[in-house]
């Protein structure tokens, strides 16, 4: 599919959305992509990326920003809390904040570093026991104890149940983000970017389609 056909789609679900075109933007998945794809997807201009492990990233990304400028890199996968610091090191956005433990580090760190990243708490919309997340009963308090930390949470981020209507999970990731004041909404990927755009998505984390499948190890 590749990288203008995703941005191509993703300027007709804005419109079709009745919203401004380049109002959602595009994280490109480059977890496990082999460094020649990554590098054909910024030679094409592209500078935000995701990784789901901070080891990788680490090993990746300081090499590709030696070559080329403005790259903007977001963790988007579970975050151990000894890894903390060099995600924050590292990244410009963090998606899965979604534990007190967490939180409590990351906000250490920042009056450490004198910096933070922009977080996104991660809801398990689906309550789904072996996935990460806040429960949705309880993101409010969450939220809340993040601000009492003076985190600077962005917004939302989900992933929806694989066997469920991904819609109903976007949905409801967008009325607790409006609930709580937050303008920042993580959701849809490869599959179902366009029904998030639809309902409110102001990022989207797409792998795949831009790059390909990932090569299997041997």
Same mark, same amino acid.
Request: one cysteine or more.
């Given at each position: 599919?590749? %990288?203008?056909? &995703? &941005?191509?789609? /993703?300027?007709?679900?804005?419109?079709?959305?009745?919203?401004?075109?380049?109002?959602?933007? @595009?994280?490109?998945? $480059?977890?496990?992509?082999?460094?020649?794809r990554v590098a054909a997807v910024l030679d094409q201009g592209h500078r935000v990326f995701g990784e789901n492990r901070v080891q990788e990233a680490a090993g990746k990304w300081p090499g590709f920003r030696e070559r080329y400028e403005g790259i903007e890199l977001h963790i988007i996968g579970p975050l151990?809390?000894?890894?903390?610091?060099?995600?924050?090191? @590292?990244?410009?956005?963090?998606? $899965?904040? !979604?534990?007190?433990?967490?939180?409590?580090?990351?906000?250490?760190?920042?009056?450490?570093?004198?910096?933070?990243? !922009?977080?996104?708490?991660?809801?398990?919309?689906?309550?789904?026991?072996?996935?990460?997340?806040? %429960?949705?009963?309880?993101?409010?308090?969450? =939220?809340?104890?993040?601000?009492?930390?003076?985190?600077?949470?962005?917004?939302?981020?989900?992933?929806?149940?694989?066997?469920?209507?991904?819609?109903?999970?976007?949905?409801?990731?967008?009325?607790?983000?409006?609930?709580?004041? @937050?303008?920042? @909404? $993580? /959701?849809? /990927?490869?599959? !179902?970017?366009?029904?998030?755009?639809?309902?409110?998505?102001?990022?989207?984390?797409?792998?795949?389609? =831009?790059?390909?499948?990932?090569?299997?190890?041997?």
């Amino acid at each position: 599919m590749g %990288l203008s056909e &995703i &941005i191509d789609r /993703m300027h007709k679900a804005e419109a079709a959305a009745g919203r401004e075109t380049g109002t959602t933007q @595009l994280i490109a998945v $480059s977890k496990k992509q082999p460094d020649d794809r990554v590098a054909a997807v910024l030679d094409q201009g592209h500078r935000v990326f995701g990784e789901n492990r901070v080891q990788e990233a680490a090993g990746k990304w300081p090499g590709f920003r030696e070559r080329y400028e403005g790259i903007e890199l977001h963790i988007i996968g579970p975050l151990q809390t000894n890894k903390a610091r060099q995600a924050m090191e @590292l990244a410009q956005a963090i998606h $899965s904040v !979604d534990r007190p433990k967490l939180a409590q580090t990351l906000a250490r760190l920042a009056q450490e570093l004198g910096h933070c990243p !922009d977080l996104f708490v991660q809801v398990n919309t689906g309550e789904e026991p072996q996935k990460a997340g806040v %429960l949705p009963d309880d993101v409010d308090g969450f =939220i809340s104890d993040c601000r009492a930390l003076d985190l600077p949470v962005h917004g939302l981020m989900c992933i929806p149940p694989v066997d469920e209507t991904p819609s109903l999970h976007f949905a409801l990731l967008a009325k607790f983000a409006a609930r709580n004041g @937050l303008t920042g @909404l $993580s /959701m849809g /990927m490869s599959g !179902d970017f366009e029904e998030a755009i639809a309902l409110g998505a102001t990022h989207v984390r797409v792998g795949s389609a =831009i790059f390909g499948e990932r090569p299997t190890p041997a």
